[in-house]
Nanobody, 124 residues
Framework: QVQLVESGGRLVQAGGSLRLSCAAS????????MGWFRQAPGKEREFVAV????????YYADSVKGRFTISRDNANNTVYLQMNSLKPEDTAVYYC?????????????????WGQGTQVTVSS
């Protein structure tokens, strides 16, 4: 497993942008599919985006498609989530997660490494 630490969450106005970062430990980061999930109060954790380990292909939840972009920097063991045109309904704790040799995994149970989360609050 890799250890993951998210950062970048804060309060932002609707329509604004934010970039989340997730730093990973270890030398096997490049072999991990990395995902972003979010959880709003009283709701289940939901899939946001994933980037595969082999080809770097990306997949998104319909609710964020066209607004969010996931990317990775294997040289620096970091995965990013660029969030544009933010809406109040994007308010949640955002978690990054890793699955070794993963692909288009979109279920939380598919991932075995998790960060502690970072709070994103979008005001209207």
């Amino acid at each position: 497993q890799v250890q993951l630490v998210e950062s970048g969450g804060r309060l932002v106005q609707a329509g604004g942008s934010l970039r989340l970062s997730c730093a990973a430990s270890g030398r096997t980061f490049s072999t991990y599919a990395m995902g972003w999930f979010r959880q709003a109060p009283g709701k289940e954790r939901e899939f946001v985006a994933v980037i595969t380990w082999s080809t770097g292909s990306t997949y998104y939840a319909d609710s964020v498609k066209g607004r969010f972009t996931i990317s990775r920097d294997n040289a620096n063991n970091t995965v990013y989530l660029q969030m544009n045109s933010l809406k109040p309904e994007d308010t949640a704790v955002y978690y990054c997660a890793g699955r070794r040799y993963g692909g288009n995994n979109q279920r939380a149970n598919d991932f075995d490494s998790w960060g502690q989360g970072t709070q994103v609050t979008v005001s209207s």
